[in-house]
C-alpha cells in the first residue's frame, strides 16, 4: 500500500470571486489536516483584517529585503503592491499536514515549474459566475473605487486565460458551500506515493 503524502492545496481566482471564504471554510474542517500558510503583503489591511492571521502585512522595504534575501518560494506584484509566500514557514507545515495557498496564476505557474517536482499540488481555480457577479461582489468589499473596480477586471480577465491550466475549475456563485465540498472531497482523495 502506498503512503498518503500531504499536499500542497492552491487556490487561485480574480479578485472578489470569494477565495477568502472558501479558503475560511476549508480551514475549518478538521478531517481535512490542512492549515493556510499566511502570505506577505505591501498592501493595507482592509477593514477586519488581523496581521498574522489574514495576511502578514509588511512595507514594500522589508518586502524587498525578503526578496534580495530569497526567501520567498513565489511572489509577484499585483495592482502596486508585492504578495508573496514565505519558504521556510511552507516547508515546515507540509511536513505535518496539507497546506494551502491562495495565490494568483502567476504565483502557481512559478510553483509548479519549480516546486512541482518536489510537492504533490491540487490546483483550483475559481471563477465567477458572470462578470456583473464579480463587479457587484467587488463593489460590495465598500474597499473599492471605479476605477480600482475597473483595474481589478482587467486583470480578472487576464487570469482566466490561464485556468486551463489548473486541475479544476469551479465556478463560484453565491452557495460556497457546493465548492467547498468538492474541493475537501478532491482534498481527501489525496495523492499518494
Known amino acids: 500500500m502506498k503512503k498518503r503524502t500531504n499536499l500542497l492545496v492552491i487556490i487561485s481566482g480574480p479578485s472578489g470571486v470569494g477565495k477568502s ?3 475560511h471554510r476549508l480551514l475549518a474542517i478538521k478531517d481535512l489536516k490542512i492549515s493556510e500558510n499566511i502570505s506577505f503583503t505591501t498592501r493595507s489591511p482592509r477593514q477586519n483584517e488581523i496581521n498574522g492571521q489574514h495576511y502578514n ?3 514594500r522595504n522589508q518586502f524587498e529585503t525578503k526578496i534580495k534575501a530569497n526567501e520567498f518560494l513565489e511572489f509577484i506584484e499585483y495592482n502596486g503592491d508585492y504578495y508573496g509566500t514565505d ?5 515546515k507545515l507540509l511536513l505535518f ?3 494551502l495557498l491562495v495565490i494568483d496564476y502567476r504565483g502557481f505557474q512559478k510553483i509548479k515549474r519549480i516546486w512541482g517536482s518536489k510537492y504533490p499540488i ?3 481555480f475559481l471563477r465567477p459566475p458572470t462578470w456583473e457577479k464579480l463587479i ?3 463593489k460590495k468589499r465598500g474597499a473599492n473605487n471605479e476605477l480600482e473596480i475597473k483595474k481589478r477586471v ?8 490561464f485556468s486551463n491550466e489548473y486541475d479544476y475549475i469551479l465556478e463560484v456563485n453565491d452557495n460556497f458551500a457546493e465548492v467547498v465540498k468538492e474541493i475537501s472531497e478532491k482534498i481527501a482523495i489525496g495523492k499518494e506515493i
Open 21 to 23: 471564504e472558501i479558503a
Open 57 to 59: 502585512f509588511i512595507s
Open 87 to 91: 519558504t521556510n514557514s511552507f516547508k
Open 97 to 99: 499536514q496539507n497546506v
Open 122 to 124: 491540487v490546483a483550483f
Open 136 to 138: 457587484a461582489n467587488l
Open 154 to 161: 482587467k486583470i480578472a480577465q487576464k487570469e482566466l486565460a
